[in-house]
């Protein structure tokens, strides 16, 4: 009694929570890939869209945003300027190979397309509050 006891305190006490992650991409073959990828990370719930227009509307429910730079409707850069708030931790994905804009945004992380799920996991990792 007294170890099944001990070992329900150990459970509640380390009990991990999931992150909700929103994932805003436009291409359709790499959010599906994002989805797979979320399939299989522990720790991680994502949320997938496909433009900048519905990242909008999830950035107060989400404890992570991954945003694409160049989408339709809401660009990256308008969903962070637009949000202006700090409580959900945003990365910021591009192709473009330096970008200067980045540096005067709130944001916490950003990868150089192509990305993997290793890049992608690593940052998330960094980045998780608990």
């Known amino acids: 009694m007294l170890i099944t006891n001990n070992i329900q305190w150990f459970i509640g006490v380390f ?7 929103l994932v805003a991409e436009d291409d359709d073959d790499l959010r599906e ?11 991680f719930a994502g949320e997938f869209v496909e433009n900048g227009e519905k990242a909008q509307s ?21 969903v962070v300027e637009d949000y202006g708030k700090d409580d959900t931790l945003i990365m910021m994905v591009t ?24 890049d992608i996991y690593d940052s998330l990792e960094k980045m998780t509050p608990f």
Do not use: Q
């Not at 009990?15 to 992650?21: A, D, H, L």
């Not at 999830?58 to 809401?74: R, T």
């Open 95 to 118: 192709g473009r190979a330096a970008d200067e804009k980045l540096v005067d945004l709130p944001v916490n992380d950003y990868l150089n397309k192509p990305v993997n799920k290793d």
């Open 15 to 21: 009990r991990v929570e999931e992150c909700s992650v």
């Open 33 to 43: 890939l994002y989805e797979h990828w979320f399939d299989e990370m522990d720790g």
């Open 58 to 78: 999830y950035m107060e429910d989400v404890d992570i945003a991954i945003l694409d730079i160049d989408m339709p409707k809401k660009t990256g850069y308008e």
